[in-house]
T-cell receptor, first 115, second 112 residues
Framework: EAAVTQSPRNKVAVTGGKVTLSCNQT?????MYWYRQDTGHGLRLIHY???????EKGDIPDGYKASRPSQENFSLILELATPSQTSVYFC??????????????FGPGTRLLVL | QQKVQQSPESLSVPEGGMASFNCTSS?????YFWWYRQHSGEGPKALM?????GDKKEGRFTAHLNKASLHVSLHIRDSQPSDSALYFC????????????FGKGTQLIIQP
């Protein structure tokens, strides 16, 4: 099964500080995604990437940047963290092959608290 | 407006019973659907996908899709305590699992 890891697993940040969340996948998937999960909202797509060097805006990109330096790694960057960005963040990877078995594989999540 | 709507918000089912979830899309571009399950403290994990009208069965899980009404359902028979989790419906415009839009989820509790 696909392996996606995230670091850190828990993070406390101060308002106005810079936060970087990291994601690594070892399955050579082309696509990677960043979501946030909040009670009452489900999972919402922040940024995604189709390969090294590419990033695309998702549904809620404001206040976030993304970086895909390699096939395996995808980072989410909060340049100026705000309390409203307190959430659980999930990274996922997958391939867009158009096949029925296509799916996204999720990491274990990072719990971020911005004070 | 939420493009993928799920009901109910929560569900309690006795062990061995049938659990049923509903999902409706308000966007006709969404033609491909997935069900994901998330246990507490973990990331979501795909249960099954359904792209064609009708039923799709995998073990104790059965999904049903009606493309005309953009309604998809999931049924779990012989529910087990390990089925207690948050269940998400997700939809996409493409056949690949790209740019998924998730519903808010249904919390399932299995009563021993």
């Amino acid at each position: 099964e696909a392996a996606v890891t995230q670091s850190p697993r828990n993070k406390v940040a101060v308002t106005g500080g810079k936060v970087t969340l990291s994601c690594n996948q070892t399955n050579n998937h082309n696509n990677m995604y960043w979501y946030r999960q909040d009670t009452g909202h489900g999972l919402r797509l922040i940024h995604y990437s189709y390969g090294a060097g590419s990033t695309e805006k998702g549904d809620i990109p404001d206040g976030y940047k993304a970086s895909r330096p390699s096939q395996e790694n995808f980072s989410l960057i909060l340049e100026l963290a705000t309390p409203s960005q307190t959430s659980v963040y999930f990274c996922a990877s997958g391939d867009r092959l158009g096949a029925l078995q296509d799916t996204q594989y999720f990491g274990p999540g990072t719990r971020l608290l911005v004070l | 407006q939420q493009k993928v709507q799920q009901s109910p918000e929560s569900l309690s089912v006795p062990e061995g019973g049938m659990a049923s979830f509903n999902c409706t899309s308000s966007d006709r571009n969404f033609q491909y659907f997935w069900w994901y399950r998330q246990h507490s403290g973990e990331g979501p994990k795909a249960l099954m996908s359904i792209f064609s009208d009708g039923d799709k069965k995998e073990g104790r899980f059965t999904a049903h899709l009606n493309k005309a009404s953009l309604h998809v359902s999931l049924h779990i028979r012989d529910s087990q305590p390990s089925d207690s989790a948050l269940y998400f419906c997700a939809a996409s415009e493409t056949g690949g699992a790209d740019r998924l839009t998730f519903g808010k989820g249904t919390q399932l509790i299995i009563q021993p």
